[in-house]
């Protein structure tokens, strides 16, 4: 059984793109083989005119493309702002980035309501 036959797909940078269908249509797959969390038996995935096909997951998440899956979970022990770096830390940025990115977020989503802006993770 093929899951993805002759797909293909043009996404541009900042697009916010939605993929539906009914389950078993090849959604995940297709995600996945984008994301490098599968190979394709045939065909490439390029980004900038790069064929990234056999790219890691890790490293075409630093170049741009990554995903989320549908069951995240927070480290319960950690405070958003915890979580946050831990996430920008896996996407490539340093310590000192994912600490600036976090402060970011933290201000944009209006979570810092506490002194801190670290309240624990549920």
């Not at 997951?57 to 946050?84: C, M, Y």
């Amino acid at each position: 059984m093929q899951a993805l036959d002759d797909v293909t797909l043009e996404l541009h940078r900042h697009e916010v793109v939605g993929l539906i269908g009914p389950n078993g249509a090849g959604k995940s797959t297709l995600v996945n083989v984008l994301t490098g969390f599968d190979v394709p038996t045939s065909g490439s995935v390029d980004l900038d005119e790069r064929d990234v096909t056999r790219w890691s997951p890790h490293k075409r998440g630093r170049a741009g493309i990554a995903r989320t899956f549908q069951h995240s979970r927070s480290f319960r022990g950690l405070t958003v702002r915890e979580n946050i770096e831990v996430s920008a830390l896996g996407t490539g940025a340093g310590p000192g980035e994912a600490r600036t990115r976090a402060g970011e977020l933290i201000a944009r989503l209006a979570l810092d309501g506490d002194e801190s802006g670290v309240r624990p993770a549920r």
